[in-house]
């Protein structure tokens, strides 16, 4: 499908606003400890177009809790790569 093709999305109301999680919905869930280096990061198939037609109704937020950062196993620079590269 084209990426403004709305045909296959109707609403009945709008949202203010989308929010997704990021594994498991955006890019593939890697299981334990997660996503650590950015090259461990691959979206799933779709998903980027499917957020780019969310986009025309509301405004698109990632939401994340990334353990691996709680564990100190990724640094704040390395999670800002990881999300640079979403």
């Not at 997704?20 to 996503?35: E, H, T």
């Not at 691996?68 to 390395?78: D, H, Q, V």
Request: aromatic share 2%.
């Amino acid at each position: 499908t084209h990426a403004h093709d709305t045909s296959a999305l109707r609403l009945a109301v709008r949202p203010k606003l989308w929010l997704l999680d990021r594994d498991g919905c955006i890019n593939a869930d890697v299981g334990s400890p997660g996503v650590v280096r950015r090259e461990d990061l691959h979206l799933i198939p779709g998903s980027a177009g499917a957020i780019t037609r969310l986009r025309l109704f509301a405004p698109v937020a990632v939401v994340t809790n990334q353990s691996a950062r709680g564990k100190g196993l990724l640094s704040a620079a390395g999670l800002d790569e990881i999300h640079e590269r979403l």
